[in-house]
């Protein structure tokens, strides 16, 4: 069983920055798919980026220029960079790992942005 563990939300006015992690209990991130996704109350939960277990990274198109995923495999760890943070970006988000019929969720991380 993986645990991952998301960390670096908070408040931040309109325009900030935030930097959030993910740190998986193992070294999984070579081989795992990895994703942050977002849930704003009451709406669904939707994809803000992914980055392959190469290294290969995609985005809601939305998101793209003001969101940026990194990870580095040494640490266990993915980065979701977010600048020009806007309210409509207020939200859970959470992050996923996945290969094959293996599919791991954190416990979400508050992002609030907000004046």
């Known amino acids: 069983q993986v645990q991952l563990v998301e960390s670096g939300g908070g408040l931040v006015q309109p325009g900030g920055s935030l930097r959030l992690s993910c740190t998986a209990s193992?070294?999984?991130?070579?081989?795992?798919?990895v994703g942050w996704y977002r849930q704003a109350p009451g709406k669904q939960r939707e994809l803000v980026a992914t980055?392959?277990?190469?290294?290969?990274?995609n985005y809601a198109d939305s998101l793209k220029g003001r969101f940026a995923i990194s990870k580095d495999s040494s640490k266990n760890t993915v980065y979701l960079q977010m600048n020009n943070l806007k309210p409509e970006d207020t939200a859970i988000y959470y992050c996923?790992?996945?290969?094959?019929?293996?599919?791991?969720w954190g416990q979400g991380t508050q992002v609030t942005v907000s004046s």
């Open positions: 193992s070294s999984i991130f070579s081989v795992y798919a």
């Open positions: 996923n790992a996945k290969r094959y019929d293996r599919n791991y």
């Open positions: 980055i392959g277990s190469t290294g290969n990274t």
